[in-house]
Nanobody, 131 residues
Framework: QVQLQESGPGLVKPSQTLSLTCTVA??????????WSWIRQPPGKGLEWVGH???????YYSPSLKSRTEISRDPLKNQFSLQLSSVTPEDTAVYYC???????????????????????WGRGTLVTVSS
């Protein structure tokens, strides 16, 4: 059984950097043919793929967020992290981490989130961007 847990500040000021960490239990993030994803859901809107880091350390980002996004990992802690810079109130959302059983291939090829490929999810954490 794989478990994911998001952590990080719930409030970030405009123009600052949003930083979140996902801690994974139940297996090393370097094993298997998976991608470890960040997904967000703004209030009243649908799910949006932010990006992922694959089992081999390669990263892919949503084109609309690519210039502001960095995803990294710490295999020793079995964690992966999201940094989103220059945030605005439009970045306010519930942020989820999830495991992609297709290694992220389907989402990258489609250009949009393929939610059916996400087999394990964290509970999500609300991040509000406000001064």
């Amino acid at each position: 059984q794989v478990q994911l847990q998001e952590s990080g500040p719930g409030l970030v000021k405009p123009s600052q950097t949003l930083s979140l960490t996902c801690t994974v239990a139940g297996g090393p993030i370097t094993d298997g043919y998976y991608a470890w994803s960040w997904i967000r859901q703004p209030p009243g809107k649908g799910l949006e793929w932010v990006g992922h880091i694959a089992y081999d350390g390669s990263t892919y980002y949503s084109p609309s967020l690519k210039s502001r996004t960095e995803i990294s990992r710490d295999p020793l802690k079995n964690q992966f992290s999201l940094q989103l810079s220059s945030v605005t109130p439009e970045d306010t959302a519930v942020y989820y981490c999830a495991r992609d059983k297709s290694a992220g291939i389907n989402t990258v090829m489609a250009g949009t989130l393929q939610a059916e490929d996400m087999d394990y999810w964290g509970r999500g954490t609300l991040v509000t961007v406000s001064s």
